[in-house]
């Protein structure tokens, strides 16, 4: 079998979902792999590393496409690459699915094998191929380092000859795996950390990593499903959410909204009147 990895083509994607490494891996399984030249040059992998790992470098998508067996690549195929497919290729990539009915139909109609890696089930049986946790903890660290870098003030307070500084104020919006990250990320930093989650189990995790859990007074405050996600919230719920960051948006210095709903598109929190709320 013969696996094969294009080069990503949305605007700023660095990624690359075949590493050196990982050309050794599978070559260790028995089968081969080819890569296409520059693949993963943005993440730091130049091409002869590939073929020292005994991958084959082939110049263009074409003909990646037309070689290899499985097609693993990161982001969903484009229009170019759904053309690609037959009903003898494997593609395996993020997918979303259910935010993506015209794509998914059309790489049915191909009679491609699509495997979505945003829906391997995040239990311990498959938690090596969990790819959304790692890349929503990547998120959710890299959410803070980007908002220090665009801050414009210590995170940490600080207390000098001019005066004192005090801490930033962060709220972070969704304490699952990208909202613990920048919750950790933030306190670590030394920012004065306020979060909120539509699932009240959550507040013990919150708490323990030093950041303060918003309780939201509302009867029915509990959306958490069986299977531990956040479930869709009545009109009810989302106005008294939105009164809640209402009151925090005059104080908070940095929002971070990490809050999704699996299979449904990610909930518009922030809105503009919030942002206007908030100090210069």
């Given at each position: 079998?013969?696996?094969?990895?294009?080069?990503?083509?949305a605007?700023?994607?660095?990624?690359?979902?075949?590493?050196?490494?990982?050309?050794?891996?599978?070559?260790?399984?028995?089968?081969?792999?080819?890569?296409?030249?520059?693949?993963?040059?943005?993440?730091?992998?130049?091409?002869?590393?590939?073929?020292?790992?005994?991958?084959?470098?082939?110049?263009?998508?074409?003909?990646l496409?037309?070689?290899?067996?499985v097609?693993?690549?990161?982001?969903?195929?484009?229009?170019?690459?759904?053309?690609?497919?037959?009903?003898?290729?494997t593609?395996?990539?993020?997918?979303?699915?259910?935010?993506?009915?015209?794509?998914?139909?059309?790489?049915?109609?191909?009679?491609?094998?699509?495997?979505?890696?945003?829906?391997?089930?995040?239990?311990?049986?498959?938690?090596?191929?969990?790819?959304?946790?790692?890349?929503?903890?990547i998120?959710?660290?890299?959410?803070?380092?980007?908002?220090?870098?665009?801050f414009?003030?210590?995170?940490?307070?600080?207390?000098?000859a001019?005066?004192?500084?005090?801490?930033?104020?962060?709220?972070?919006?969704?304490?699952?795996?990208?909202?613990?990250?920048?919750?950790?990320?933030?306190?670590s930093?030394?920012?004065?950390?306020?979060?909120?989650?539509?699932r009240?189990?959550?507040?013990?995790?919150?708490?323990?990593?030093?950041?303060e859990?918003?309780?939201?007074?509302?009867?029915?405050?509990?959306?958490?499903?069986e299977?531990?996600y956040?479930k869709?919230?009545?009109?009810?719920?989302?106005?008294?959410?939105?009164?809640?960051?209402?009151?925090?948006?005059?104080?908070?210095?940095?929002?971070?909204?990490?809050?999704?709903?699996?299979?449904?598109?990610?909930?518009?929190?922030?809105p503009?009147?919030?942002?206007?709320?908030?100090?210069?």
């Amino acid at each position: 079998m013969i696996v094969g990895t294009p080069k990503e083509t949305a605007r700023g994607e660095a990624r690359v979902a075949m590493t050196p490494k990982s050309v050794k891996d599978i070559a260790r399984l028995g089968h081969e792999c080819i890569i296409e030249a520059g693949a993963g040059a943005a993440a730091g992998f130049e091409d002869a590393a590939y073929e020292a790992a005994g991958a084959k470098v082939v110049k263009t998508a074409a003909a990646l496409f037309r070689e290899a067996d499985v097609i693993a690549k990161v982001r969903p195929p484009s229009e170019a690459e759904v053309k690609r497919l037959n009903a003898d290729k494997t593609l395996i990539s993020f997918f979303h699915p259910a935010q993506n009915q015209a794509l998914l139909e059309a790489v049915s109609k191909t009679g491609a094998t699509a495997i979505a890696m945003d829906m391997v089930p995040r239990i311990s049986r498959a938690q090596k191929m969990d790819a959304l946790s790692s890349m929503a903890n990547i998120a959710g660290y890299r959410a803070v380092i980007e908002a220090g870098a665009n801050f414009g003030r210590f995170f940490t307070g600080q207390v000098t000859a001019a005066g004192k500084i005090p801490p930033a104020k962060v709220l972070v919006i969704g304490a699952g795996v990208a909202g613990l990250a920048a919750i950790g990320t933030a306190v670590s930093l030394g920012a004065q950390v306020y979060a909120f989650d539509v699932r009240p189990e959550v507040a013990e995790q919150i708490e323990s990593m030093g950041a303060e859990f918003l309780m939201l007074d509302f009867s029915d405050s509990n959306l958490s499903s069986e299977e531990g996600y956040a479930k869709p919230a009545s009109p009810e719920f989302l106005e008294a959410e939105m009164k809640l960051f209402r009151q925090q948006a005059a104080e908070v210095d940095i929002v971070i909204t990490t809050a999704l709903i699996p299979g449904r598109p990610a909930p518009k929190l922030w809105p503009e009147e919030m942002v206007k709320l908030m100090k210069p």
